[in-house]
């Protein structure tokens, strides 16, 4: 395999993050400067946890996110980046759980959450956008499916990438606010943050 392969985990790592922090900070405030700011936070949350899962996928090995990779070559060249993302395909949100346990042992807690969550992003990106709750909806995955992965993954949590979007965010409670109107739990390490930055 090509060294750069071996980047792969810590790239979509940090992308994941700030993915996942945007997704909060939208569900967070409301949408009346910018229509479907909620219905994308959907999109948005479900793919940086994708990200995130092939993250910590690939810190086993960057090729066990593949589901297909490109045929052996005839030239004595190593397998390249550019060779994966044209022909190599990985695995899909819907199949992330059981590739995450098989290779790590982690299991997602909550996983109908999960797959609810999952199955409301394909309405979205493909039907319509159904009259719901969605910013309750994002929040909820992301601090009951994702917050506990990160902590597990690597003892992170999102909440500080939520914030580099709006200073306000914490400071002045408004994630905090949402979260107890919408009976979320958190983790230690999601309340510790919240905790934290108000105190701070």
């Not at 959907?42 to 793919?47: F, P």
């Not at 390249?80 to 190599?88: A, I, R």
Request: proline share 5%; hydrophobic share 40%.
């Amino acid at each position: 395999m090509h060294p750069d392969t071996r980047k792969v985990a810590a790239h979509m790592k940090e992308f994941g993050l700030n993915l996942m922090g945007r997704a909060i900070y939208d569900a967070t405030f409301s949408e009346m400067c910018r229509p479907f700011a909620h219905a994308s936070t959907v999109t948005i949350a479900a793919q940086a946890a994708e990200i995130l899962i092939k993250a910590r996928i690939s810190q086993e090995h960057p090729l066990l996110i593949f589901s297909k990779i490109p045929p052996l070559s005839n030239t004595k060249e190593l397998l390249k980046l550019g060779d994966l993302f044209e022909s190599g395909r990985s695995y899909t949100y819907e199949e992330l759980p059981n590739v995450l346990w098989a290779t790590t042992g982690i299991q997602i807690c909550n996983i109908e959450v999960y797959r609810s969550f999952g199955r409301l992003r394909n309405t979205i990106m493909h039907f319509a956008v159904p009259d719901r709750e969605l910013s309750k909806e994002t929040l909820t995955f992301c601090m009951t499916v994702m917050e506990p992965l990160l902590e597990a993954f690597w003892d992170e949590t999102a909440i500080p990438y939520a914030e580099e979007w709006d200073d306000s965010l914490l400071s002045d409670g408004h994630l905090q606010e949402q979260i107890i109107s919408n009976n979320i739990s958190l983790t230690p390490k999601s309340a510790a943050a919240l905790k934290h930055d108000r105190v701070g």
